[in-house]
């Protein structure tokens, strides 16, 4: 599966962005979904994650009430709503695939990743 992530861009704080990531190759219904963040001379960290069909959702403490992850099976499209946005939330954001069970926060643990899209939060 190819995946191309977009919607990043130059924001306030306290504002909002929504990040797109469009998947296109084989059937998207088949992998579990997630989102990471590095920011400069930091590890990739983990964002949140949504499984198969949407049921399940999964979010980094720090994200959680601020940021939404869903996805659109149909349209082979995951996003990633933020909400409240701090300048610590300035990264680079990754959309990554992975086919099988496992720890969803584990970055080792997608096989396909996105070309990443910038979010830079100003104070």
């Known amino acids: 599966v190819q995946l191309q992530a977009s919607g990043g861009g130059v924001v306030q704080a306290g504002g909002s962005l929504r990040l797109s990531c469009a998947a296109s190759g084989r059937t998207f219904s088949m992998y579990h979904m997630g989102w990471f963040r590095q920011a400069p001379g930091t590890e990739r960290e983990f964002v949140a994650a949504?499984?198969?069909?949407?049921?399940?959702?999964y979010y980094a403490d720090s994200m959680k009430g601020r940021f939404t992850i869903s996805r659109d099976n149909a349209n082979s499209a995951v996003y990633l709503q933020m909400n409240s946005l701090k300048p610590e939330d300035t990264a680079v954001y990754y959309c990554a695939a992975k086919d099988y069970n496992g720890d969803y926060s584990d970055s080792g643990m997608y096989s396909y990743w996105g070309q990443g899209t910038l979010v830079t939060v100003s104070s």
């Open positions: 949504i499984m198969l069909t949407g049921g399940r959702t």
